[in-house]
């Protein structure tokens, strides 16, 4: 099916666009009959290094604001997951 491709790598342009250098989705499922998304092996690199890794993420979001293009998450699950956070040396 299309749609699971389209989702996989319009998640991966949103997050480059919001700063990472690389990133890879490798799996997106989407049903949005019953509100429910989840995404398989995310990896997103800034700099030389990994910054984050997850195995699997299920979200469970609401429907009717769908309608009007809003996502409100109301569950999110991550599975083998690892986050570096660093702080600038500005502070920020």
């Excluded at 293009?69 to 997951?81: A, C, G, N, P, T």
């Amino acid at each position: 099916m299309l749609l699971p491709y389209k989702i996989q790598r319009g998640l991966e342009r949103w997050l480059i666009n919001e700063g990472a250098e690389q990133a890879r989705v490798e799996d997106a499922y989407f049903n949005h009959f019953i509100g429910h998304f989840a995404v398989r092996n995310i990896q997103l690199t800034v700099g030389s290094s990994r910054t984050l890794l997850v195995s699997q993420a299920n979200m469970d979001f609401a429907l009717p604001p769908l309608l009007r293009k809003l996502l409100v998450i109301d569950e999110i699950h991550l599975r083998d997951s690892m986050l570096i956070v660093e702080r600038a040396t500005d502070g920020h």
